[in-house]
T-cell receptor
Framework: EPEVTQTPSHQVTQMGQEVILRCVPI?????FYWYRQILGQKVEFLVS????????KSEIFDDQFSVERPDGSNFTLKIRSTKLEDSAMYFC?????????????FGAGSRLTVL | GESVGLHLPTLSVQEGDNSIINCAYS??????FIWYKQESGKGPQFIID?????DKRQGQRVTVLLNKTVKHLSLQIAATQPGDSAVYFC???????????FGKGTTLSVSS
């Protein structure tokens, strides 16, 4: 069964450092997303990406965050200067139009710990 | 702002019982609803979805009910099994391709 893969599974970083989280969405999917989940809390939308541009973003996704699709397979989330409150589980997801654009398939997540 | 939420943070049932997990939403423009299951250490996994032009949809052992009058969504799990133990989230959006907004989650614990 096709799956969304994310790397790294866990990253520990110092406050102020740049972090890049990587995702390989399902190959025929057209919509890509990043969500985050602070421990014990709900899953929060960060950004959606379609046709090589951001289609929607939340207020969490400020100018410290950026996304990129550098090639035909990867989708990355960059946090320019991490803060303690960025510590969370970050989930990448993708979807296609055929099964309904909102049926997101999520990856297993990347845990980010900012010290 | 408008958001999706769940009535109870935890639900404990015995194996074989039927489980009902509830969700209230406030955005009357919401057109699409999904239930996700999240097991410990994993990402959310799609269970079942429903559009606002329906009031009931059934899957394998799961049923989603939508009451647009009171803006209420529920997930029914028949013959609950220990493997159903997880956190269940409802999510909504107001049109295809826009962001899914998740509720806070209900932790379902199934004891044998």
């Amino acid at each position: 069964e096709p799956e969304v893969t994310q790397t790294p599974s866990h990253q520990v970083t110092q406050m102020g450092q740049e972090v890049i989280l990587r995702c390989v969405p399902i190959s025929n999917h057209l919509y890509f997303y990043w969500y985050r989940q602070i421990l014990g809390q709900k899953v929060e939308f960060l950004v959606s990406f379609y046709n090589n541009e951001i289609s929607e973003k939340s207020e969490i996704f400020d100018d410290q965050f950026s996304v990129e699709r550098p090639d035909g397979s990867n989708f990355t989330l960059k946090i320019r200067s991490t803060k303690l409150e960025d510590s969370a589980m970050y989930f990448c997801a993708s979807s296609d139009e055929g099964s309904g654009a909102n049926v997101l398939t999520f990856g297993a997540g990347s845990r980010l710990t900012v010290l | 702002g408008e958001s999706v939420g769940l009535h109870l943070p935890t639900l404990s049932v015995q194996e074989g019982d039927n489980s009902i997990i509830n969700c209230a939403y406030s955005n009357s423009a919401s057109d699409y609803f999904i239930w996700y299951k999240q097991e410990s250490g994993k990402g959310p996994q799609f269970i079942i979805d429903i559009r606002s032009n329906m009031d009931k949809r059934q899957g394998q052992r799961v049923t989603v009910l939508l009451n647009k009058t009171v803006k209420h969504l529920s997930l029914q799990i028949a013959a609950t099994q220990p493997g159903d133990s997880a956190v269940y989230f409802c999510a909504e959006s107001d049109q295809a391709g826009t962001a899914l907004i998740f509720g806070k989650g209900t932790t379902l614990s199934v004891s044998s």
